[in-house]
Each structure stands twice: as C-alpha cells, then as structure tokens.
C-alpha cells in the first residue's frame, strides 16, 4: 500500500469529519457572539450565562441533524471497510 492509496482515504475522512462537527460548532459559535455581544451591552459578566444557551442549541442542533449525521458517519464507515481488501494488496 502506497502513500499515493492512503491520501483519498485521509482526505475523505477529514471531510467527513469536517462535515459532521460543522453544524455543531457553527452555532455554538453564533450563540457565543450572540450572549456575548448581549452581555457586552448590558454588563452582565456571569460566566454562566454562555454555557446554558450554548447547551440548549447544540442540544437543538443534535436533534435536528443527529439522524444525518449518524447516517453519514454509518455510509462512511460501510464504504471505509469495503475498501479493506483492495488496502491488503
């Protein structure tokens, strides 16, 4: 097995990777300026007052993409080990 036969599987599952953590850290990320710039306004400084937004929303964004991101992680796994074989030539 050649570098040349490992670099699509890398780059695969980096994108995979990159595709299932997307959503979760894009809106806990928005959340965060969100109740930041909030707090910034009125001077409120509670430590946590970002975590339970944070919380509830990636809780929200789990329910609503957990069913895709399972599913794709479950087609990436079949197509990684129906790749096996053609990796032990």
Same mark, same amino acid.
């Given at each position: 097995?050649? $570098?040349?036969?490992?670099?699509?599987?890398? !780059? =695969?599952?980096?994108? =995979?990777?990159?595709?299932?953590?997307?959503?979760? %850290?894009?809106?806990? #990320?928005?959340?965060?300026?969100?109740?930041?710039?909030?707090?910034?306004?009125?001077? @409120?400084?509670?430590? +946590?007052? +970002? &975590? $339970?937004?944070?919380? &509830?929303? @990636? #809780? *929200? $964004?789990?329910? @609503? &993409?957990? *069913? &895709?991101? $399972?599913?794709? %992680?479950? =087609?990436?796994?079949? !197509?990684?080990? =129906? !790749?096996?074989?053609?990796?032990?030539?």
């Amino acid at each position: 097995m050649s $570098v040349g036969d490992i670099v699509p599987v890398l !780059r =695969e599952g980096i994108l =995979e990777t990159i595709i299932l953590a997307a959503p979760i %850290l894009l809106s806990a #990320l928005a959340i965060g300026l969100i109740v930041a710039i909030l707090q910034a306004a009125t001077s @409120i400084q509670e430590q +946590t007052l +970002t &975590f $339970v937004p944070k919380l &509830f929303v @990636i #809780l *929200g $964004v789990l329910a @609503i &993409f957990g *069913g &895709f991101m $399972v599913t794709s %992680l479950g =087609e990436y796994t079949i !197509r990684l080990f =129906e !790749r096996i074989p053609e990796m032990a030539r």
